[in-house]
């Protein structure tokens, strides 16, 4: 398997992430990426590990020629930002965003923020072990930086305009930052923007995460949500450990589907001006339909590589939870996010229930195959993807390979069929108009996974199902 995911290296501490996987990946970066030339930023979150982790990091960094520029704890979105504002050549991210606290890792980013093409992972992957420190007398020098958060707030408050506010009352806002590193951002961003009625939830720096989990799914913030209906709050904008992500819930509503998000956010970037919206694999019919509507394009991306899709006609690029606006920077950023989010409020005039409700919203289905054996994730993969032409049970107007099949019926219904990169299981993604039309989907899905694991003699543990029929 891959050293680097979809998302950084990350894993356990100290059994497959350490300071000696760390420090090698750091040197291996600064002479592969860098050209061991320029500077390069250091961040790390609130995980235990971290500290000593971003120390690693730094001396990988250094040791292979570039000046390293510690920030000390910052999310991911801060330590990008400080990458394209010091004009650095690289930068690390030390966090396992929304895994357990057991688990760290890192995230490389290259000159201006942005993410590394996969293409570049392979390089440092290939070359790691084998890239020797440079010589005593070309070292890197180390200095340690506290206005990194403050930059990246004066900076992002740039990209609204109070001026254009329409809604004279502001909203009440929760904000859970999961204990993680967007507690000293999110907060102070948005209160500085104006939005004077901000209460903080898990929002004290803590590695072991003892608020909750620190992936903002709907089961885990589902503990949240009568706090958010008794508080008097209009939303609650929830973080993952490294801030990427962005979760929201409605008062009334619960938890806001993804694809209303984008939906949302894709809308408001239209209405100012028309390109092309990148979106994954993943995104739905919703989705599409707003940014045709609006006279935008979608282009389609694979999961975690929407960076690598962009070019100058993208106006914005996301996946569930993740945001890139290229206007800003190109990185993923759950806390500029949440900024636009509670800003589009004010620039509509709207409350935030009553702008998701203004959104199309149709049914949707994710199951997950669990496989006993890794190699059963092969088998059950190629007999659900040989098969999904049947299981839409419509037209096929569109059959795309990019990431996993994707097969798109004339009705608006699609399926996709993709194997996780991290664990053993098939994902199968499905969405359709009618809930009636989506529960045909979903029985023939599972039809075929259970007709493909007996002839197959797969060893099928379990289907995990996340059913909407809203």
């Known amino acids: 398997m891959p050293l680097f995911g979809t998302a950084g290296a990350r894993g356990p501490f100290p059994e497959k992430v350490n300071p000696r996987l760390i420090y090698d990946i750091s040197l291996t970066a600064a002479k592969i990426i860098a050209g061991s030339k320029g500077s390069a930023v250091v961040g790390h979150d609130s995980r235990l590990t971290s500290p000593l982790l971003s120390l690693a990091a730094a001396s990988g960094f250094m040791a292979g020629g570039l000046d390293t520029i510690l920030i000390g704890i910052a999310p991911l979105p801060v330590i990008a930002h400080e990458v394209k504002r010091s004009r650095s050549s690289l930068g690390a991210s030390i966090s396992a965003s929304h895994n357990p606290p057991i688990d760290n890792g890192i995230k490389l980013l290259k000159k201006d923020g942005m993410e590394l093409f996969r293409s570049e ?211 993923p950023d759950g806390i500029y996010q949440a900024l636009l989010i509670v800003d589009e409020t004010m620039r509509s005039g709207a409350s935030i229930n009553e702008l998701v409700l203004s959104l199309p919203s149709y049914p949707s289905a994710r199951l997950s195959f669990v496989v006993r054996e890794e190699h059963d994730k092969d088998l059950l993969y190629t007999g659900l993807s040989h098969h999904i032409e049947e299981a839409i049970g419509a037209k096929v107007v569109n059959l795309l390979t990019l990431d996993g099949v994707r097969v798109e019926g004339e009705d608006g219904s699609w399926i996709l069929v993709r194997k996780s990169g991290t664990e053993s299981k098939v994902r199968v993604y499905a969405q359709a108009t009618r809930p009636a039309r989506l529960k045909e989907i979903v029985d023939k899905i599972k039809s075929i996974a259970l007709s493909s694991a007996q002839e197959l003699n797969i060893g099928l543990a379990n289907i995990e199902e996340a059913i909407s029929m809203i």
């Open 121 to 331: 992972e392979e390089s440092i992957e290939n070359n790691l072990g084998s890239v020797h420190e440079i010589s005593w007398d070309k070292v890197g020098s180390f200095t340690m930086e506290t206005y990194a958060v403050d930059s990246y707030i004066n900076d992002a408050l740039e990209f609204i305009d109070a001026n254009s506010w329409k809604r004279l009352e502001k909203p009440k806002v929760l904000v859970d930052c999961a204990n993680g590193a967007a507690s000293i951002v999110t907060p102070k961003l948005l209160r500085e923007a104006g939005i004077e009625k901000i209460v903080s939830i898990n929002c004290n720096l803590d590695g072991t995460f003892p608020g909750r989990l620190p992936e903002p799914r709907p089961d885990v913030m589902a503990s949240i949500q009568p706090m958010l209906e008794s508080s008097g709050a209009e939303m609650l904008l929830a973080h993952d450990g490294d801030a990427d992500r962005l979760a929201l819930l409605v008062r009334g509503l619960g938890f806001v589907k993804q694809d209303l998000v984008i939906a949302m956010l894709a809308r408001r970037k239209l209405m100012d001006k028309k390109g092309d919206i990148v979106v994954s694999v993943d995104v739905g019919y919703e989705v599409q339909q707003v940014v045709e509507k609006m006279g935008g394009r979608i282009v389609r991306a694979p999961l975690g590589r929407l960076h690598e899709y962009m070019t100058s006609n993208t106006l914005m690029a996301a996946e569930p939870w993740k945001l890139i606006d290229p206007a800003w920077g190109p990185w």
